[in-house]
C-alpha cells in the first residue's frame, strides 16, 4: 500500500505528465494536491461498519472536497488544459463505476 506521500507524487505526476504542466503550475498543483490530502484522510474501514444512510454522507463529503480541490486545480489550468482535465476526470468516474482500477476487482491485478 501506497503512503499519503507517495500517493501524492503519483497524483502530481500523473497530472504533470497528462496535462503537460510547466514548473509554476506543477508546484500550484503539488501545493493543491498536498492541502486536500490532509483533508482526505478518511477511514475507509468506518465505511465497511456503517449504515447504508451513514456511507452516502461520507461519499457526499468525499465529493465535496473533491469538488473544491477541482476547482482549485483548473484555476492553475490553461483553457485546453482544463478540457483535458475534465475527460481524464470522466474516463476516472467510466473506470471506478465499471469496477476497473481497483486492486482485485474487473482488470485488477493478477487478471
Known amino acids: 500500500m501506497m503512503t499519503p506521500e507517495q500517493r501524492l507524487e503519483r ?3 500523473s497530472l504533470v505528465d497528462e496535462l503537460k504542466l510547466n ?4 508546484a500550484k498543483v503539488l501545493a493543491i494536491n ?3 490530502m ?3 484522510t478518511f477511514d475507509f474501514s468506518k465505511m465497511r461498519d456503517a449504515t447504508a444512510d451513514e456511507r452516502t454522507k461520507m461519499r457526499e463529503s468525499m465529493q465535496k472536497v473533491q469538488v ?3 476547482k482549485e486545480i483548473k484555476a492553475v489550468l490553461t483553457a485546453s ?3 483535458l482535465y475534465d475527460e481524464m476526470q ?3 468516474e467510466e473506470m471506478r463505476k465499471s469496477g476497473q ?3 482485485g476487482g474487473q482488470g485488477g491485478q493478477g487478471q
Open 11 to 13: 497524483q502530481t505526476k
Open 68 to 70: 473544491e480541490k477541482d
Open 90 to 92: 470522466k474516463k476516472r
Open 81 to 83: 488544459q482544463v478540457k
Open 34 to 36: 498536498k492541502k486536500y
Open 23 to 26: 514548473k509554476d503550475q506543477e
Open 38 to 40: 490532509e483533508k482526505q
Open 101 to 103: 482500477g481497483r486492486i
